[in-house]
Nanobody, 117 residues
Framework: QVQLVESGGGLVQPGGALRLSCKAS????????MGWYRQAPGKQRELVAF???????NYAGSVKGRFTISRDNAGYTVYLQMNSLKPEDTAVYYC???????????WGQGTRVTVSS
């Protein structure tokens, strides 16, 4: 089994910044990709960004240029640096991992980000 633990959410004013972290643990040999999704009230969960084991990154158009995804050298912790935050970034942010040897993705418990003055 794999566990994902997120941290770093909170309340921030528009234009501010937050950094989310997600650490994977458990029976892991290799992580193919890790990413962040978010779900705003009344909306579907959407992809924010992901990073592959090869270092390839992909971003949703709405966050490109403002958010940066990165990972540690071991590849088991992923970060999401969020700058120039907007009220529309308010959501619960979920970490996701595609782990080798498993037939399902794993999800964290979610961390709430609120952008408000």
């Amino acid at each position: 089994q794999v566990q994902l633990v997120e941290s770093g959410g909170g309340l921030v004013q528009p234009g501010g910044a937050l950094r989310l972290s997600c650490k994977a643990s458990g029976s892991i040999v290799n992580i193919n990709a890790m990413g962040w999704y978010r779900q705003a009230p009344g909306k579907q969960r959407e992809l924010v960004a992901f990073i592959t084991s090869g270092g390839n990154r992909n971003y949703a158009g709405s966050v490109k240029g403002r958010f940066t995804i990165s990972r540690d050298n071991a590849g088991y912790t992923v970060y999401l640096q969020m700058n120039s935050l907007k009220p529309e970034d308010t959501a619960v942010y979920y970490c996701n991992a595609d782990v080798s040897g498993y037939t399902r993705d794993y999800w964290g418990q979610g961390t709430r980000v609120t952008v408000s003055s």
